[in-house]
């Protein structure tokens, strides 16, 4: 399968491409800066583009199969946050031209800052004020997805936080909505690898389920 990996030089972006080349996809990188990218495979074409900008996507969109996005964005807690919504329009902008239908993009658990209410007193008054920015820009996101973009083959992934580690062989679980929930109705778990988003994310290639939905994922 054709694969073109935006935010391919994050760290989970470097994952989603290492694992996506072990089985056997052709992987396109767009990246900004293609020396951060030291992968090498015969299977890899790096690329350099401009993610807030369709004119510079569209030929790269070209002939893909799926796009897969892992960007992300800083804090900004001085400023607002803005780059998911830009990017995902030129995105899906992009995309209408190329004639490509289907794209996988994370973001987080409680990206409806309110749907952290039952989480610990930690997420609760420290990282979701402190990311309080970033996780409403998702959202926004998010709806812009869910609301215009009804003739794209969508699927946003859900993480919590994430950890730098390789793919494990725990249990996966997934919810449809801002978190995975326990019998009790309160989040399973705070964190997951980043190699297990990745595979994830991988799953879904041939997958039907999740397909204009949003779905929270953990390990257990």
Same mark, same amino acid.
């Given at each position: ?7 391919a030089t994050g &760290? ?6 290492? &694992?996506?080349?072990? &089985?056997?996809?052709? *992987?396109?990188? *767009? ?22 900008? !369709? ?12 796009? +897969?996005? %892992?960007?992300?964005?800083?804090? /900004?807690?001085?400023? /607002?946050?803005? /780059? ?7 995105? *899906?902008?992009? +995309? ?8 996988? !993009? @994370? ?13 610990s007193w930690m ?5 979701? #004020? ?8 998702? &959202?926004? @996101? ?6 215009? %973009? ?9 993480? #919590? ?33 980043? /190699?297990?988003?990745?595979?994830? @994310?991988?799953?879904?290639?041939? !997958? ?7 779905? !929270?994922?953990?390990?257990?």
């Amino acid at each position: 399968m054709k694969l073109l990996v935006l935010g391919a030089t994050g &760290q989970t972006g470097q994952l989603l491409v290492r &694992q996506a080349l072990e &089985q056997d996809h052709l *992987v396109r990188a *767009v990246v900004r800066t293609p020396s951060k990218l030291t992968i090498r495979h015969d299977n890899l074409k790096v690329v350099e583009a401009n993610i807030f900008s !369709a004119d510079s996507l569209v030929e790269h969109f070209k002939e893909q199969d799926i796009i +897969m996005s %892992c960007l992300g964005f800083p804090i /900004g807690i001085i400023s /607002g946050v803005t /780059g998911y919504t830009e990017s995902m329009k030129a995105i *899906v902008a992009a +995309m209408h031209t190329a004639k490509v239908n289907r794209i996988i !993009a @994370m973001t987080s658990w409680y990206t409806k800052p309110e749907s952290a209410q039952q989480s610990s007193w930690m997420v609760r008054w420290f990282l979701i #004020p402190m990311i309080r920015n970033v996780l409403i820009n998702m &959202q926004e @996101m998010e709806n812009y997805l869910n609301r215009e %973009c009804e003739d794209l083959n969508w699927t946003i992934v859900r993480p #919590p936080g994430l950890q730098n580690g390789p793919k494990t062989d725990k249990e996966l679980l997934t919810h449809e909505g801002y978190f995975v929930p326990d019998l009790d109705g309160k989040p399973i778990a705070n964190s997951v690898t980043r /190699g297990d988003v990745a595979h994830f @994310m991988l799953s879904l290639l041939n !997958a039907d389920s999740w397909i204009r939905k949003s779905v !929270a994922m953990v390990t257990m």
